[in-house]
Nanobody, 122 residues
Framework: QVQLVESGGGEVQAGGALTLSCTLSETVFMIVAMGWYRQAPGKQRELVAQINNGGGINYADSVKGRFTISRVNAMNTAYLRMSNLNAEDTAVYYC????????????????WGQGTQVTVSS
């Protein structure tokens, strides 16, 4: 069963930094996009950052200039470097990836990681 394996969450003081990683457990034909979403208590899940297979990147306005997403294609891995963290960044962070399992796939897959908690203390 294909899985997205996340790591790197934890607790950090305000102003600190963390790096999250996300790896797809199997090699697939094409990854269209990999990204990170987050969900804080009582709030809807929101897009944090996304990188597509053409190298295009989107960031939420609230993290621009502080977060950096990157991807190592050969390892099916994406990273989210988070710096200058503040209390509003506290949330469960979920990795997401979309793509095609094989050249014959008619539908794209859409996988989610299990989520990793990021807590920023003041």
């Amino acid at each position: 069963q294909v899985q997205l394996v996340e790591s790197g969450g934890g607790e950090v003081q305000a102003g600190g930094a963390l790096t999250l990683s996300c790896t797809l457990s199997e090699t697939v034909f094409m990854i269209v996009a990999m990204g990170w979403y987050r969900q804080a208590p009582g709030k809807q899940r929101e897009l944090v950052a996304q990188i597509n297979n053409g190298g295009g990147i989107n960031y939420a306005d609230s993290v621009k200039g502080r977060f950096t997403i990157s991807r190592v294609n050969a390892m099916n891995t994406a990273y989210l470097r988070m710096s200058n963290l503040n209390a509003e960044d506290t949330a469960v962070y979920y990795c997401n990836t979309r793509g095609y399992a094989s050249v014959h796939s008619r539908e794209a897959f859409d996988y989610w990681g299990q989520g990793t908690q990021v807590t920023v203390s003041s």
